[in-house]
């Protein structure tokens, strides 16, 4: 193959599983507002979604899940293999199960649906057939209508697997809006890793105080400002009066432009309140890291003065300091 066709052929893909995607949006309707239904009343009776696939539709099953679980809805992944020898004892009454299979007519669905039913548990089924056997065993079937797949054989799940996903993903978030999952429980479940500590730090853990904070007062020269922010070993000085409030930031940037302006170092001696930023961006001190990323991807800025609840300058994040935190 050339590369054209190569690139050709992987166009190809792409385009058929965003058609797939559109096809299953598009039959979005009162089932999958039935299955969200289904589901509060599952886990506000402290049960468990239980997710089960065979073949490629087991690993679909373990990606659901784990989202699921993330987010804030209980699951667990049930292998109907082992289902059958032994591990349907993890369901109980109150759980509900969610059961993948595209054709609707897999064996080893099929052969745990009434074994489920015996346990008293509610069926939600996923297929791509309306007439399928899972579907008319189960109580609440939702269709996944995504068209061919992408495999020339019309065999290896591609298409199918892909929006059965993205039906797990839209089950998920619904039920992040409908149980009110808010971002403190989201850290919660999330301990690890740069998403755990951007969740979990609060500015207070990562901002610079002290001797690591250059703050100035607006009399202070230029030359002041550059002496303190050397000291402190950092690219800004904070501007703040005399009660700690903040008035402004001068940044390396901010005396790189006046030295380009003034063509010589005459202003050094400026007073730097004439050449800060007046009245900067700044971040309360109870405020998460997590917004932190947020405003620097937004602002593209480097430094942000810390202040408390009466606009007092307690401090400064650098962006710097963010992967030593390691929440970049």
């Given at each position: ?25 598009d039959s979005l309707g009162q089932s999958f ?291 030593k935190m390691k929440v970049l």
């Amino acid at each position: 193959m050339t590369k054209d066709e190569m690139i050709a052929r992987a166009t190809e893909v792409f385009d058929i599983e965003i058609e797939g995607l559109r096809k299953v949006r598009d039959s979005l309707g009162q089932s999958f507002a039935d299955a969200i239904a289904l589901m509060l009343d599952c886990v506000r009776n402290d049960g468990i979604i239980v997710v089960t696939g065979v073949g490629k539709n087991l690993a679909v099953a373990e990606k659901m899940s784990a989202i699921f679980a993330s987010t804030g809805t209980r699951s667990i992944v049930l292998n109907p293999v082992q289902a059958m020898h032994g591990d349907l004892g993890m369901v109980a009454p109150r759980d509900v199960l969610v059961a993948l299979s595209f054709s609707g007519e897999s064996d080893e669905i099929l052969r745990l649906i009434p074994a489920i039913r015996r346990h008293g548990l509610k069926v939600i089924g996923m297929t791509g057939k309306p007439e399928s056997t899972l579907a008319e065993m189960s109580d609440i079937h939702l269709a996944i209508p995504c068209g061919k797949e992408a495999c020339p054989f019309g065999m290896a799940p591609t298409n199918s697997t892909t929006a059965t996903m993205a039906m797990g993903d839209a089950l998920a978030m619904v039920m992040i809006d409908a149980m009110k999952f808010d971002i403190s429980s989201y850290a919660m479940n999330h301990p690890a890793g740069a998403i755990g500590r951007a969740l979990v730090l609060k500015v207070t853990d990562i901002m610079r105080t002290g001797e690591r904070c250059a703050v100035v007062p607006p009399t202070a020269t230029v030359m002041d400002s550059l002496m303190a922010m050397t000291k402190a070993k950092s690219g800004s000085a904070v501007i703040a009066d005399a009660d700690g409030r903040l008035k402004g930031i001068f940044t390396d940037g901010d005396f790189r432009r006046v030295v380009s302006e003034s063509g010589s170092g005459d202003a050094l001696g400026d007073s730097v309140s004439t050449h800060m930023t007046a009245s900067p961006m700044f971040v309360r001190n109870d405020v998460y890291a997590s917004e932190l990323l947020k405003i620097f991807e937004r602002r593209r800025i480097d430094d942000l003065p810390v202040c408390d609840a009466q606009g007092r300058v307690v401090g400064l994040v650098d962006i710097q300091d963010l992967p030593k935190m390691k929440v970049l």
